[in-house]
């Protein structure tokens, strides 16, 4: 009689094999049939066991990002709903930033307006509790990882369970108060080098970011949870942008200030 692998045993193969990846620097090409997860439910119980081996370094999550949350950013992938992916800590740093260019396959930049948590989150969750959990919102630069063969050949599971191109964050200031502003309203612009390459609202974030946070607690998290002091990266409003040694990268937020990196 044929034995059947039991599920854990397959989305823990497929971790191990991402896991190998990032840790070497190589470009992944893909899962063969046996091992791509078929929809998005497998892709985030790939990308749990992921997380549980980069953990086991002391590297401990504290946050996620949300991507595919604005038009240009559907239309630059073609996807078309939001995908999560984990941040780990060793991922994130207070601005100004510094990031080795040559630990990364082929970095890029995103424009990112972000949230810490000061209470814990928990679904059924809506709007009025999610914003009360909230403890400061800031402009951050996001920093992913093209660390694929051909991106473009993979499906949107695939991605995901790899944490959907994310490879760390830049926080800018987060003692800005911004509870009587409208998050909507809220304009930023990101440029490398001093030449400006694209801005954005707050309201291209699903039509108002707190809804990327609904979607992130009522969705891939709902099983966890946000514990407090998680960072949630609701979304780019500038198209990805891939940089090269030496670039340095600044998004200008109104009202929540700059930030920058420098790629070493």
């Known amino acids: 009689m044929t034995s059947i692998e039991p599920e854990n045993s397959r ?32 892709a985030y119980a790939i ?3 992921l997380h549980a081996l980069l953990s086991a370094g002391g590297d ?9 949350t604005t038009p240009a950013m559907q239309e630059y992938l073609g996807i078309h709903e939001p995908a999560g992916g984990r941040i780990r800590a060793a991922s994130v740093q207070a601005g100004p930033g510094r990031v080795e260019r040559d630990g990364l396959v082929r970095p890029g930049v995103e424009c990112e307006l972000a949230v810490r948590l000061a209470h814990d989150l928990a679904a059924p ?3 009025e509790t999610a914003r009360a959990a909230i ?13 694929y063969d051909d991106w473009r050949a993979l499906d949107a599971a695939t991605l995901t369970a790899d944490d959907f191109f994310g490879a760390g964050a830049i926080l800018g200031r987060e003692d800005v108060p911004w509870r009587e502003l409208d998050l909507g309203a809220v304009t930023a612009s990101m440029s490398i080098n001093g030449v400006v390459i694209g801005s954005g609202t707050g309201a291209d974030i699903l039509g108002d970011p707190l809804e990327a946070l609904l979607w992130l607690v ?18 780019s409003l500038v198209v990805t942008k891939w940089v090269e040694k030496g670039d340095v990268v ?15």
């Open 11 to 42: 989305f823990e193969r497929a971790a191990a094999l991402l896991a190998r990846h990032r840790r070497e620097g190589r470009a992944f090409p893909g899962f063969d049939d046996e091992l791509r997860p078929r929809d998005g439910t497998e």
């Open 47 to 49: 990308q749990s066991e």
């Open 60 to 68: 401990g999550q504290v946050g996620w990002k949300i991507g595919c």
């Open 125 to 127: 969750c809506d709007r």
């Open 135 to 147: 403890g400061s919102v800031m402009a951050a630069i996001e920093v992913v990882d093209e660390r």
């Open 218 to 235: 009522n969705g891939p998290a709902r099983a966890t949870g946000l514990p407090a002091g998680s960072i949630v990266l609701l979304g």
């Open 250 to 264: 600044t998004i200008d937020n109104v009202p929540f200030g700059s930030v920058s990196v420098t790629f070493a």
